[in-house]
Nanobody, 119 residues
């Protein structure tokens, strides 16, 4: 099992910045992809960004150029630097980690951290 602890959410004005952090513990070997999802009220959870073990990244179009995902494989952490925040970025953000074990992908989720951007 993998336990994920998130931190860094909060309230910020439009145009401001926040940095989310997620630390993985437990069975962290064979972690492959680490990422961040978000879910706004009344909407489905969506992938925001992910980074694989080789450092390749992918972002949804709405955050490109504003958000940066990074990971530290030694510390098993993944961060999301969010700049130029907009009210539409308001959501609960969830850390996600995938492990490849016995030819199966296992997904693990953090508890979620609220990000609120005021206009």
């Amino acid at each position: 099992q993998v336990q994920l602890v998130e931190s860094g959410g909060g309230l910020v004005q439009a145009g401001g910045s926040l940095r989310l952090s997620c630390a993985a513990s437990g069975s962290t070997f064979e972690i492959t992809v680490m990422g961040w999802y978000r879910q706004a009220p009344g909407k489905q959870r969506e992938l925001v960004a992910f980074i694989n073990s080789g450092g390749d990244t992918k972002y949804i179009d709405s955050v490109k150029g504003r958000f940066t995902i990074s990971r530290d494989n030694d510390r098993n952490t993944v961060d999301l630097q969010m700049n130029s925040l907009k009210p539409e970025d308001t959501a609960v953000y969830y850390c996600n980690v995938q492990r490849w074990v016995l030819r199966t992908t296992h997904n693990y989720w953090g508890q979620g951290t609220q990000v609120t951007v005021s206009s």
